[in-house]
Structure formats: C-alpha cells, structure tokens
C-alpha cells in the first residue's frame, strides 16, 4: 500500500471539494489517504499572501470556488462563522483563532483514530453547506457521530495532544514536498496541488499499478 498525504485546511473551499474525490481515490486504489490538516495560508503566510489594495486574488478565489461547486454539484455558502477571524477588507487576521485551531485539531485527532479524511468529509460538507452556526449546539458531534466518532471523546484527547507540534510537522511536510498550498496531495515525494488536479493524481496512480482489481 501506497500513502497519499493530503495537505487540507478547514477554511479552503478547494479543501471542501476536492474531499469526496479522495473518498472515491481510497475506494479505487491501493493507498493509505493520511489526513494532515494545516493552518489556512491567511495565518501560515498573512500579509505576504493578500494585499488589501489589490482584491483581485480574493475576489477571483470566491468566484471560481462557488462556479467550480455548482460544476461539481456540491452546495457551497461561505462558512458562518468563518472558520478564521479576519477582516476581509483589510485582510487583518486577529492574534486569537480558537475556531480554525479547534478544528485543525479534531482533525489530527480524527487522524489518530483512522478516520482523518471521513472527518475532514463529515464536517467540510456542515461547514460550507450553509449551516449556520456550524460551530455550536450538536451539528459537529452529528458530523461526527456518522462516521463513527464521539466529538466529546475526541475533544477530551485533544488536551493531551500538542496541537500546534502536529501542525508544525504538517507545515514542515508541505514546505519539503516543495508547495505551499491547499489541497495538496503527495505520492512519493510529488505534488499534485489543487482540486482540479485529481485527475492527475488517479493518471499516476495507475502509472503506478495501485488501481484495484
């Protein structure tokens, strides 16, 4: 078996639809899909990625995310909340995101438990589904529930957890396969980088031999 490191972060919408193709790449092939969520680049890169006097990239972004679901038939609404605090006209991220580290850390946790890539599917598809309010009340511990997992449970284990030495690792393992953003996925030292590059990905599989039988 072949490992298929996916590089994922709970705020990108390319994250959220690229996930059902990698339900079906674990189905179709030899290969161990391991989960390794990371920061959103709003956080790991800041004020180098935007530049709040041009919002051509922003703006760009927002668009071809929401053509590209309607493409694939997903429902896609941007997160209330936003998984990250920011101002989106300036671009200003605040110093606390206790969100997008709560749910970077159910991953990796949900990871550990053999079940990474089914969480990241279970809560991406709540997240920017429309659902308001995902954060609160039951919706994450539904999410979660379906695929096997008790959010409570889950929680517990994360204050034994160094949260942010998994993440470090996952930003560490990003940067050494020579990218930066997300979704990426790595086969054997290379990167196949964005959701429309599964396609991609499934070619080299094949060249490989892993397609089951």
Do not use: C
């Amino acid at each position: 078996m072949t490992d298929v490191d996916v590089f994922w972060s709970f705020r990108s919408p390319y994250s959220y639809l690229v996930t059902p193709d990698l339900l079906r790449l674990r189905s179709d092939y030899d290969v161990d899909v391991r989960f390794r969520p990371v920061l959103p680049i709003a956080l790991r890169a800041k004020a180098a990625v935007f530049d709040a006097s041009d919002k051509k990239r922003p703006h760009y972004i927002g668009m071809d995310s929401h053509r590209r679901a309607e493409f694939l038939g997903l429902p896609m609404v941007w997160p209330n909340p936003d998984p990250v605090a920011q101002n989106m006209e300036t671009f200003e991220v605040l110093d606390e995101q206790p969100l997008i580290w709560r749910m970077t850390g159910l991953g990796i946790e949900a990871e550990r438990r053999g079940k990474g890539i089914d969480f990241a599917h279970a809560a991406s598809a709540l997240i920017w589904s429309g659902t308001k309010d995902w954060d609160k009340g039951d919706h994450l511990a539904k999410a979660a529930s379906q695929i096997g997992l008790d959010l409570g449970d889950m929680e517990a284990a994360l204050k034994d957890l160094d949260v942010k030495a998994e993440v470090d690792k996952n930003h560490a393992a990003l940067e050494e396969a020579g990218h930066w953003g997300v979704p990426t996925m790595v086969v054997n030292g290379e990167p196949f980088f964005g959701q429309d590059r599964i396609d991609t990905l499934r070619w080299r599989l094949d060249k490989l031999g892993l397609k089951k039988t």
